[in-house]
C-alpha cells in the first residue's frame, strides 16, 4: 500500500519539473545582454564597473573597435569575471571552414565565463541554410555552451513564419535557448514602427508553440543614413515603453542594442546617442538605462517562470497584429479610450495566474481603472524594487483598483482566487 501512495507522488513530482514554462529550466535566470561593450582602448576596470553597475549579465563581445580574435575575446571573457558578467565570444573563425570552428570552439570551450556563441546578425531567406549548418557545427563541438544568432523583423522577411520555423526545425528546437529577432520601434518624424507588436506577437506565439525562450533587442540609438534620420534616439519614457512591452509579450532575454556609440569610418550611416559615448562618457540614456535594467531583474525572478498566454490591446485604434480582449477576460480596463496592454500570464507549473498592465502612452502618465473577474480574491503587485509580492491597489467590495502609471509603464500582478 505505501508502494502505491509513493509512485503516483514520485510521477507527479516528475511532470511537476518536466513542464516548466516556455522553453525553462529550472536553474534559469531572466538575464539582460548588450551590444557593443568598451572597445579595446577602453577595456578598463571603470568601464565595467559601469556595465555591472547597470545590472548586465551576458556581453555579446561584438561592436566597434571590439577585438574579435582569440586574444580579444579571451581578454573581454577575463574582464567580466571581474565583474560577475559573462560573454558571448565572437570570432571571425565561425565564418570559416568547419575545422576552423572546431579549432575555435576548443580555444573557449569549458571557459567558466563563456555564456556561448555568437554566429551572426539577421541572416536572410538565401543565408539561412548556411547559417543553420554553422549553428549545428557549434553545438556538436560543444553541446554545453550557448549559440546565439539574431533573426530579422519580421517587415523584412517573406513568409517571416515560415522562414523562422525552417530556423527553428533546422538546428533543433531541443538545441535553441533563445528564439532572437529586432525590431526598432521609434522610427525618423516620432512615428512608431507600424509592425512592432506584430513582430512581438509573432515570436510570442512561436516561443509558446516551440516551448522555446524568446530574446528581443531594445532600441539604445538613433541613426541616420546618407543624411536621412532613419531612427530616433529614444528618450527615458520611449525606452520604458520599449522595455514593458517586450516584458508584456513574455520577452526572456533583453538586449540592448547597442551599448556603445561607434561607427565605421567612411560609412554612410551614422549612430547617434547609444548609453555610452564614443569618449567613454555616460549619455543621457546610462540612467534610464540602468534604472531599467534593474527593473527588469526583479520583475524578472516571477517572470522567467511565467507563458504570456494572451495579450490584448485597448484603444480606439488598433495595431497591427493586435486584438481587443474578449468580453470576458478576467481584467477590464474601465475608462474609455485606454490605451493599454493587457498580457495574462500563467506559471504553468503551478497553475497561478497573473496580468501585466502596460500604459502604451509613452508622452504622459496615465491613471486607469480596471475591474477584475469575480473570482479573483486577492491582487498582489510584484514589486519591480525587490521582486516581492506586495499590497495593490485592488478593492474587495467593488472587484476593481485604481493605478497610476508612469509613461510607457508597466505593472505586474498576481491574481489569487
Known amino acids: 500500500m505505501q508502494r502505491i501512495i509513493f509512485i503516483p507522488y514520485l510521477i507527479c513530482l516528475f511532470l511537476a519539473f518536466a513542464s516548466p514554462a516556455t522553453g525553462q529550466k529550472n536553474n534559469d535566470q531572466f538575464v539582460i545582454t548588450v551590444y557593443s561593450p568598451p572597445p579595446a582602448p577602453f577595456m578598463n576596470d571603470e568601464q565595467y564597473r559601469y556595465m555591472k553597475e547597470a545590472h548586465i549579465d551576458y556581453i555579446f563581445n561584438i561592436g566597434g573597435g571590439v577585438t574579435n580574435d582569440k586574444e580579444g575575446n579571451l581578454k573581454t571573457l577575463d574582464m567580466a569575471s571581474k565583474y560577475g558578467m559573462k560573454v558571448y565570444v ?44 554553422t549553428y549545428n557545427t557549434v553545438k556538436a563541438a560543444d553541446k554545453k555552451g550557448d549559440a546565439y544568432v539574431n533573426h530579422l523583423p519580421d517587415f523584412a522577411v517573406p513568409n517571416y513564419v515560415a522562414f523562422l520555423e525552417r530556423w527553428i526545425n533546422g538546428v533543433g528546437k531541443e538545441n535553441l535557448n533563445y528564439l532572437a529577432y529586432d525590431n526598432y520601434p521609434y522610427k525618423r518624424l516620432q512615428r512608431l514602427e507600424k509592425t512592432y507588436f506584430n513582430n512581438l506577437e509573432i515570436i510570442r506565439t512561436l516561443g509558446l508553440k516551440y516551448n522555446i525562450k524568446t530574446s528581443s533587442c531594445l532600441q539604445s540609438f538613433g541613426m541616420t543614413v546618407k543624411g536621412l534620420e532613419e531612427l530616433r534616439s529614444p528618450d527615458a519614457d520611449e525606452m520604458r515603453m520599449n522595455v514593458y512591452s517586450n516584458l508584456a509579450y513574455g520577452v526572456k532575454n533583453p538586449v540592448w542594442y547597442p551599448y556603445w556609440t561607434w561607427n565605421t569610418p567612411g560609412s554612410t550611416t551614422t549612430m547617434h546617442s547609444s548609453v555610452i559615448g564614443p569618449d567613454g562618457t555616460k549619455t543621457y540614456m546610462y540612467e534610464p538605462f540602468k534604472a531599467y535594467n534593474g527593473q527588469m531583474k526583479q520583475l524578472g525572478k516571477t517572470l522567467i517562470h511565467l507563458d504570456a498566454r494572451e495579450v490584448y490591446h485597448t484603444g480606439d485604434s488598433l495595431w497591427i497584429g493586435t486584438k481587443q480582449p474578449p468580453a470576458d477576460f478576467l481584467c477590464k480596463v474601465l475608462d474609455k479610450g485606454a490605451d493599454v496592454i493587457l498580457s495574462h500570464m500563467v506559471n504553468p507549473k503551478t497553475g497561478k495566474e497573473y496580468v501585466m498592465i502596460v500604459n502604451k502612452n509613452f508622452k504622459a502618465s496615465q491613471q486607469f481603472t480596471f475591474q477584475l473577474k469575480d473570482s479573483v480574491k486577492k491582487v498582489k503587485e510584484i514589486s519591480n524594487i525587490n521582486g516581492k509580492a506586495i499590497k495593490s491597489a485592488f478593492n474587495k467590495g467593488t472587484h476593481q483598483m485604481k493605478v497610476a502609471f508612469l509613461p510607457g509603464e508597466g505593472k505586474l500582478y498576481e491574481l489569487s482566487e
Open 90 to 133: 565572437y570570432d571571425a573563425r565561425v565564418n570559416g571552414s568547419v575545422d576552423d570552428i572546431k579549432a575555435m570552439v576548443n580555444d573557449y570551450k569549458g571557459n567558466p565565463n563563456l555564456v556561448g556563441y555568437y554566429i551572426t546578425d539577421e541572416p536572410d531567406s538565401a543565408r539561412l541554410q548556411s547559417v543553420i549548418d
